[in-house]
């Protein structure tokens, strides 16, 4: 496929260093603006300039891999106003994109913030390429390759989940501080000897692909472009992200997070 060929990587890859330049050029200055969105979430010029960026870059691409494989391809992204589902249920690939997840992590200068692309087969991911800016590190994941992390000075290391492991037994459990409701504490609470870790954005899907984490719960909302491209980092190291049943236990979970919906926010979620 084409999202397995080397120079697609590497054009990837080469695609979100640029977007890592353009995000901490702002970032860097303290007098950035901040807006208010209607959903009263912020926006920086990091958001609107970094989706300009890959979505002029994947509309170029598009228009190529359309006429490689014959099918069609969309983009859907927090930042863009997005096609009605009747006008996208069809489409063969979509590109999930957040081109800042984390944003309030961003305005409040933490670091923990990540550029977001990913690529879903109907509803399923593909494909996966998240960056964290402040520290150069990118992650990626490939149906039928793998999952890896690229160092700053270049090194790659593969990604495998270990799942010979029995999370029921003192778990790390990573959550975010600002969304740790209180459905989300008596989830945890289940485990009566675990570590809480707190990160903001996709990071912490990745702790979970790099083995920093054992079980994610997202008993929130969230939107598809939040979670796709660290969603096939995960799926592709081993692991899963599974729709929350309150009712099931971790490993009675058997349906997983789809994207493309109709409603583009996801279900909650347990990733382990």
Known sequence: ????????????VNLIKECNDIVMKIYNNPNFDVLMKEDNTPLTDA??????????????????????????????SEENKNLDYNERKNTHYSWLIDPVDGTKEFVKRNGQFTINIGLVEGEVPVYG????????????????????????KGNINKL???????????????????????????????FKEHELVSVG????????????ADIYPRIALTSEWDTCA??????????????FDKDKLCNELTDEVKYNKEDLLNPFFVCF
């Open 47 to 76: 958001d609107k300039e970094c989706n300009q960026h890959i979505c002029s870059f994947l509309r170029l691409k598009n228009k190529i891999f359309e006429e490689i494989t014959g099918k069609t391809f969309g983009i859907i």
């Open 129 to 152: 390429i998240v960056s964290i800016p402040v520290s150069g590190e990118i992650y990626y994941g490939i149906k039928g390759v793998g999952s890896f992390k690229r160092e700053i």
């Open 201 to 212: 954005s996709s990071i912490k899907l990745l702790y979970i692909a790099e083995n920093k």
């Open 230 to 243: 660290a969603h096939a980092v995960v799926k592709y190291a081993g692991g899963r992200v599974f729709i």
């Open 160 to 190: 495998r989940i270990d799942r010979n492991k029995d999370i029921s037994l003192n778990p790390k459990i990573v959550a975010s501080s600002s969304h740790l409701n209180e459905d989300t504490k008596k989830f945890i609470e289940q």
């Open 1 to 12: 496929m084409f999202y397995t060929n080397s120079e697609f990587i590497d054009e990837m």
